[in-house]
């Protein structure tokens, strides 16, 4: 408790000296102008594409000296085929929207990289930039998450139980199909990033990593390339970008004169292995005792390593 307390404190230090130092309005405005670009060009040009466009606009500002982007690890990560970020939201409940980090990823990714996306992000409704922003998120062949607000919804409305306990099987359910195709992507020559916390955190704290993916890419990713003897080939970006947009970036955002820090790393699944070449022949029911433990371990070790670099940045 004392480390979650320390590192939040540690945030919102490192947060007020940035307002301290806002960028110049002129730098805010062709901040936004590039981005906005950047999706109209992917939405509206044939052959447009949302990764590539947005790299080339991010590097582009960056030249210009309109923000501060430091990357780390870039090469380390070039020829990961899962990729795992963190996500960044607003400062406070209700604030500007966050997630810049999603459109920095970019640096690290390919062309062909595939993101999982929430269902109402790729959705065609008003308004005009909602419409623009689904067309564009929907060139990067997106894996669909749909429906994952519905338990949060159902226990907000103080639901029946045996309400609450039928959404929650649905979203295990979705949650399943959705790493099933993750998986079959990557078997066929894509690469996936996914933000496993399911939801933005708002004081940049690592959240909960969703542990039916983890589960998964245990069965459905680690081991079956152990056995056939194929690289796994995990990587990791860490992001801080709280620093630099410390009221988010929707509209009347403030953006800080201070670098936004990405770093890139391979993840190491040599303790995974080891775990489950321990268990690999038990039988049944303790079979899937020692895989969920299994898939426990995975989630905190993933989300260990994060808090570890996320930490190391904010210190520096």
Known sequence: MEQVEH????????????????LPIENKNKFTRGVVAAF????????????????????????QGVFQLRLDG????????????????????????????????????KNTTRYVLRENLIQYRWSVSQFIMARAMRKPNPIVVKENDRLRKVREQKAPWAE????????????????????????????????PEGTRSSTGRILPFVSDFMRQTITDYII??????????????????????????GKGALLCDRPSTLRGLRYDTGAIEAEYQKMRHLKHQDYETAMTRLSRTLALSLRDTFKRELRAILQK
């Not at 020829?79 to 209700?94: E, T, Y």
């Not at 649905?170 to 690469?191: D, N």
């Not at 056995?227 to 970008?241: D, F, H, N, Y």
């Open 74 to 109: 870039v090469s380390e990560v070039a020829d990961c085929d899962l990729f795992f970020g963190n996500h960044q939201g607003p400062k406070r409940a209700g604030g500007p929207q966050g997630g810049i980090e999603v459109l920095f990823s970019t640096q690290f990714v």
């Open 164 to 195: 609450i306990k039928q959404a929650a099987i649905g979203l295990k359910q979705e949650r399943q199909r959705v790493a099933a195709e993750v998986f079959r992507a990557i078997e066929a020559g894509a690469s996936v990033t996914i933000y």
């Open 224 to 249: 079956p390339r152990m056995l056939a003897g194929k690289p796994r080939r995990i990587g990791l970006i860490v992001a801080e970008t709280l620093q630099t947009f410390p009221d988010g970036v």
């Open 7 to 22: 590192f939040e404190e540690l945030y919102h230090e490192r947060m007020e000296e940035a307002r301290q130092c806002p």
């Open 40 to 63: 109209l060009r992917s939405s509206l040009i044939p052959g447009g594409h949302l990764t590539r466009e947005m790299r080339d606009a991010i590097s582009s500002l960056c030249e």
